[in-house]
Structures are given as C-alpha cells and as structure tokens.
C-alpha cells in the first residue's frame, strides 16, 4: 500500500509542477474578471438584494416532497464552504502571503458574490429531475442545454470530480489529521482508516441523506466556531481596528513577486489571498450550483440569492475572524506554523489548552461535512458521465482512497494538487457562465419585477418561450404556477 500511495504521490508532483502556475495566471483573469463583470451588469446585485438573500434563506426551511429544501441546499453548499479553508486556508494564506493576503479574499468573495448568484440562478434554471423524483444540474447541465457543448459539459465534469470527489476531500482529511494530532496525538493511519469507514457509510446513502446531514450539523458547528470568535473578538476589541488596518496596509506590499505570467505585477500575498479565497468561498468555481440545482426552489434566481449569501458567510464573516483571531496571537508567519496548527496555535494563545482541543473538535465536525458535501457535488456529475451502479460505486472507492491518501501524506502536496484541480474547473465554469450572460440578466429581471409588484417570485416559463429554445425543460417549471 506504501509503495502504492508513493508512487501516486509521484505523479501528482508532476501534475502540479508542470501545469500550476500557467493555469492560475488565467485564473486570476477570469476570476476577477467575471466578477466585475456581472457586478456591474447586475448592478452590485450582492449589495442591493443581500437584505433579499436573508429572507430567501430564511423562508426556504419548510418540506418539498422527494427534493432538499431551498435552506437544505444551502447548508448543503455551507458543508463544502465552511470548513478548512475558513480555519486551515485562512492560516495558510496568512503565513506564506502575510496579513495583506486576507484583504485578497475579501476582494475574491466580494466580486464572487455576483458570480455565484449567475453560476446558483443558472443551475436551478437547468436542472432536472431524475426517475426517483429528485431534482440534479449544475455546470455539466447548463453548459449542455444552454451552450450545447456536451463535450465541455464533460470535461467540466470530470475537473470537479478530480477536485471535490479527490483533492479536496484529500485536504478534508489531511487537515482532520493534523488538528487531532497537535491536540490528542491520534495516529494518521487510525484516523484515516475510520474516515473511510464513516465516509463509506454516510455517502451510500445518497444524496438526499447529505443534506439532512448537513441541514443538522453545519449551523450548529459554524455557530459554536463563530461564539468563540466573538468572544476573542471581544475581549481583544481595542485591538480589531488596528489588525484591519493592517490587512489593508498590507495587501499593496507588491515586493514578494508571485512569478509567472505577471510577474511583479501580482505579489505572493495577492496570488495566496485569491487561491485560499478561491479554496474558501468556491465563487465561479461550479461547486455550489450542483447543491443549488437540488431544490425545489420557485424562482432559480433565489436559489442564486441564497447561495450568493453563502460566499457572504464564508469569506467576510467566518474567515474574517479566524484571520483576526490569528493576527491577534503571538505568532502567525512562516513555514515552521501554518495550515490548521497556526490556528490552533492562536486559539490556544487566547484560550490556552481548552482552545487547541476545542479546535480539533471543530474541524472534526467542518471536515467531515465537507467531506461529504464534497461527495454530493462530485456524484451529481459522475452520474451525468454515466448513471449506471457499478460506475457510482467504482467511484466511491477512489474518493475513499484520496479520504485516506490525505490522511496519510504530507499536507504539502495534498494543497498543491487541490490548487492546481480547482483552478482548471473554475475556468471551465468561468467562461460557461459569462457566455451565458444574457440568461442570467432575463432571470433577475424577472424576479426583480415581481418584486416591486409586491409578489412573490414565481418563475413561468410560458413568459420566456424562448428560454424553452434554449435548452430549458418546460416541465420542470410549468409546475411551479
């Protein structure tokens, strides 16, 4: 089994050396560019209807027969954001891009908002309904109906599945493993086998069993992280303006050059701010619309409302205090502390031993939902490859090999390849949904108009025949009148 792990992990070197710096120079393009974009074409819709994103959310709690909720799909979303990129992303972003690398995510998720709300609103309109009355979609179904490009719609595919199905779960487990160390000294091998056994026995329970899951336990576990955070937050208050302001003092530093394609003109602390927040908050990536596409939503553009006020909680508000709290500590640069042990380190500075056990905990409970939100994301497109048994469950068995791969190698290349993966899948999603622009602005014209008519908003699809002619199935929203 050694040999077998080392000779993979060979392979992944390569992979990453070869083709990681290239890929995140048009990332960065995209990524930023496509949230300006629909900033400005949707005039700031992550600012003037966040008050809108709260009442969605709030009022998609209540049962929708055979499909998750509107507030299940969220939390499902939630599961995969909120996780180790807000405690473990965060710290690692700080080390090795400094302070200013957190105002880099602020700028990553503030632009993503929009991206999120175009990618979620895309999807739920897409989507459709499998024979056991369940509702499936996301970027491999829009990019088929919409841009009929099937051949895309599988790379797509493939790229997420590679990414959530793989590495990020590889990441999922590594960073269980490095907190349970540091705070019980639990052997890797032990934690990683029981992983696999768990995660082996949640996920062939489908779907609709993950979102119960997450429903349940991932308010509750970012509620308890966030109480702790407040209350450091508040003893430490005097201090918070100064910490933000150097944030913001550090974010121009240009003079660690990040390398390639830019060169100079984009720094360590930008490139490491926009991964970590790419990593964190999954805005444009073409994660979240596969969990937004399962809801028995009424109009796509609130389920696009709902995930938009995800990347909100994610980014500005949860990973907002983990960096605080770590600039608050006695030590937060370098390679020797970084990842989940430099926040476990600033916990434990500020509550002594009850915060280094009481973080394990947390990231117990963050990764293991993560693990099977990732799970969830990545098994709504191997069944759009090919929905037959036996390929659903070869694929569970790889994605319990990478769980216990993660557990059991260094965090090093577990990051890197997780990098490199997401960054060819965003792309992907990226120029999907700026081609497909149009539909989105017919989306929130139609529900802005309910609106100010004082509706709520139901999307019919007898008003945008031509919607029809672009690979909408009527059924799926001749239902909602």
């Known amino acids: 089994m050694d040999s077998i792990i080392l000779f993979f992990e060979g392979i992944l070197t390569w992979i990453v050396n070869t083709i990681d710096g290239p890929l995140w120079d048009v990332t960065i393009i995209l990524l930023l560019g496509t949230g300006m974009f629909f900033t400005i074409t949707t005039g700031f819709v992550q600012l003037r209807l966040l008050p809108q994103s709260l009442r969605?959310?709030?009022?998609?709690?209540?049962a929708s027969g055979q499909s998750l909720t509107p507030f299940q799909a969220f939390t499902t979303g939630l599961a995969s954001r909120v996780?180790?990129?807000n405690i473990g992303g965060v710290a690692t972003a700080i080390a090795l891009g400094g302070p200013g690398a957190v105002f880099w995510m602020w700028v990553t998720a503030?632009?993503?908002?929009?991206?999120?709300?175009?990618?979620s609103s895309l999807a739920q309109l897409y989507k459709t309904k499998d024979p056991n009355g369940m509702f499936r979609g996301g970027p491999a179904y829009y990019i088929t109906r919409g841009l009929k490009l099937p051949s895309l719609a599988i790379a797509f595919a493939v790229t997420l599945i590679f990414t959530f199905g793989f590495a990020f779960n590889a990441v999922q487990s590594n960073s269980i493993v490095e907190a349970t160390k540091n705070a019980w000294d639990w052997n890797p091998i032990y934690v990683g086998i029981s992983l696999?056994?768990?995660t082996g026995i949640i996920i062939s329970g489908g779907v609709k069993r993950i979102g119960k899951v997450s429903a349940q336990v991932v308010p509750m576990m970012a509620l308890f992280y966030l109480i702790i955070a407040v209350i450091i937050l508040g003893m430490n208050i005097?201090?918070?303006?100064?910490?933000?302001?150097?944030?913001i003092e550090s974010a121009f530093d240009f003079s660690a050059a990040a390398g390639g394609m830019f060169g100079a003109l984009v720094s360590k602390t930008m490139l490491m701010g926009i991964k970590r927040g790419l990593f964190s908050n999954e805005a444009g990536m073409g994660s979240a619309p596969n969990s937004a596409a399962t809801s028995d939503a009424k109009h796509p553009a609130s389920q696009g409302l709902i995930q938009m006020l995800g990347v909100f909680v994610d980014t500005i508000v949860v990973c907002t205090c983990t960096a605080i709290i770590i600039l608050m500590s006695d030590n937060y640069g370098g390679e020797s502390l970084r990842g989940i042990s430099l926040t476990q380190n600033a916990l434990q500075f500020h509550l002594g031993e009850f915060g280094l056990h009481f973080l394990a905990f947390?990231?117990?409970l963050f990764c293991f939902t993560s693990i099977i939100g990732n799970y969830a994301y990545a098994e709504t497109n191997i069944r759009y490859i090919k929905n037959n048994a036996w390929f659903v469950w070869s694929f569970r068995?790889?994605?319990?090999?990478?769980v216990y791969f993660g557990a059991v190698r260094d965090g090093g290349i577990v990051w890197a390849f997780a990098d490199t993966v997401m960054a060819s899948m965003a792309v992907i999603n990226l120029v999907a949904i700026l081609i497909l622009a149009p539909i989105v602005w017919i989306i929130m014209k139609d529900y802005i108009h309910q609106l100010k008519q004082g509706k709520e908003p139901v999307f019919r699809i007898e008003e945008h025949q031509d919607?029809?002619?672009k690979g909408v199935d009527p059924l799926i929203w001749k239902s909602k009148e």
């Open 83 to 85: 996780g180790v990129g």
């Open 362 to 364: 947390v990231i117990l």
């Open 56 to 62: 969605e959310m709030w009022g998609g709690r209540s």
């Open 110 to 119: 503030l632009m993503g908002m929009s991206s999120a709300f175009a990618e």
């Open 467 to 469: 919607l029809i002619h």
């Open 397 to 402: 068995a790889v994605v319990l090999f990478f």
């Open 238 to 247: 005097e201090r918070v303006p100064q910490i933000i302001g150097l944030i």
């Open 196 to 198: 696999v056994v768990i």
